[in-house]
Every structure is written in C-alpha cells, then in structure tokens.
C-alpha cells in the first residue's frame, strides 16, 4: 500500500524560507501527480500547490504564487515544496497527497512566527 512521509518542517521567522520533503513509497511514484495542502490551526484543507507526473506542469494557489515551487525526483521517489519569503499566515500542517488524493501523509508542521 502507498505511503507518503512529510518533512522539513520548523520554526521560522517571517522572510525565512524553508524547503519541505515528501518521500513516497509502496507505489509507482512517477505516474501520479502530486499535490501539497495545508490546514492552518482552526481552519479548513487549503490546496497549495500541484505537479503533473512528469514535473514539467505547476500550478500555485493565488496565496503562495511567485514564492512557493513545487518539484519532484522521480528517482529519488520524492516531492519538494520549497518555500521563500514566508508570512506568518503560512502557518500550517503541510500534507502531500496523489493528485487523486489516494494517500496522504502524517503532515509536517510549518511555523511562521518572530
């Protein structure tokens, strides 16, 4: 069965940047698109970013456009969010899923905060 691990996240101050991982195992990693989401504390599942299979196709949620790029190793099995110039609302659990969201992750907690 597919599993996906988050990793990366931390404690930053708002201007920072940090790169998230997302490992992928127990399924063909390379045919599926990947998405990342995000739950801020008290809110709901906000979609973040997507890549198609190949990583040649992105697309980026108006909130995180021009500072957020998503990537992906097809080698290495995993996808990357790296993120620049993070605001405070950035806040969040990050998850990664398939694009037809078969599996998801644990998520890993991203904090903004001076």
């Known amino acids: 069965e597919g599993r996906l691990v988050e990793s990366g996240g931390d404690l930053v101050q708002p201007g920072g940047s940090l790169r998230l991982s997302c490992a992928a195992s127990?399924?063909?990693?390379?045919?599926?698109?990947m998405r990342w989401y995000r739950q801020a504390p008290g809110e709901g599942l906000e979609w973040v970013s997507r890549i198609d299979s190949g990583g040649a196709d992105t697309s980026y949620s108006d909130s995180v456009e021009g500072r957020f790029t998503i990537s992906r190793d097809n080698a290495k099995n995993t996808l990357y969010l790296q993120m620049h110039a993070l605001k405070t609302e950035d806040t969040a659990v990050y998850f990664c899923?398939?694009?037809?969201?078969?599996?998801w992750g644990p998520g890993t907690q991203v904090t903004v905060s001076s």
């Open positions: 127990g399924f063909t990693f390379s045919n599926y698109p």
């Open positions: 899923t398939t694009d037809s969201q078969m599996f």
